[in-house]
């Protein structure tokens, strides 16, 4: 079934621990995005790509990288969480960056 | 930056009751849409708005595009037990070629 898939699902993480959450669609979609959630907030711009080989920062950059080697796959990495990272992560996908975008299925991640 | 305004933030509501929530900005958009979050899934869209004016429904769901480009609504008729969960409007700023904006969310509540 065509889409996006992220994981893990569900992840606790120590503070100062790196983590990459993953993000994989086969629906070669040039544009990619990772939103984060949090209550009351609604779903806040990280990062996102334009086209494989391209990023560029949201609202939200401070303490995640991203990289886009190739159209399907588009990781978020947490070099050193912190507390504050605790939150729900979407990643996204849309067909061209004003276009309808798509969402995987979420990750949960607690920092402790 | 460009900031979308979504009400009522939450709503409590009887089984069978109509619904209606909307999403304003100071901005002008290209295109507006509604997206819903079932509880532990990610967003998936309901409707896509592209022209001023537009009505379009899905099922018991009927969107409407602003006149002013500024504004759009959501309805829901006879709202069902299944209609719980989180209601998010999004838009492409005329003002901008890309990357779509979301509204913070309307979690709509059904009471038995």
């Known amino acids: 079934i065509a889409g996006i898939t992220q994981a893990p699902t569900s992840q606790i993480l120590a503070a100062g621990r790196r983590m990459t959450l993953r993000c994989t669609q086969d629906m070669r979609h040039n544009a990619m995005y990772w939103y984060r959630q949090d209550l009351g907030l609604g779903l806040r711009l990280i990062h996102y790509?334009?086209?494989?080989?391209?990023?560029g920062k949201g609202e939200v950059p401070d303490g995640y990288s991203v990289s886009r080697a190739n159209t399907d796959d588009f990781p978020l990495t947490l070099a050193s969480a912190v507390p504050s990272q605790t939150s729900v992560y979407f990643c996204?996908?849309?067909?061209?960056?004003?276009?309808?975008?798509?969402f995987g299925a979420g990750t949960r991640l607690s920092v402790l | 930056g460009q900031q979308l305004n979504q009400s009522p933030q939450s709503m409590f509501i009887q089984e069978g009751e109509d619904v209606s929530m909307n999403c304003t900005s100071s901005s002008i958009f290209n295109t507006w849409l509604w997206y819903k979050q079932d509880p532990g899934e990610g967003p998936v869209l309901l409707i896509a708005l592209y022209k001023a004016g537009e009505l379009t429904s899905n099922g018991r769901l009927t969107a409407q595009f602003g006149i002013t480009r500024k504004d759009s609504f959501l309805n829901i008729s006879a709202s069902i037990p299944s209609d719980v969960g989180i209601y998010f409007c999004?838009?492409?700023?005329?003002?901008?070629?890309?990357?779509?904006?979301f509204g913070k969310g309307t979690r709509l509540h059904i009471l038995p």
């Open positions: 790509s334009n086209t494989a080989g391209t990023t």
């Open positions: 999004a838009g492409q700023p005329a003002s901008r070629d890309d990357k779509i904006i």
């Open positions: 996204a996908s849309s067909r061209d960056g004003g276009n309808i975008q798509y």
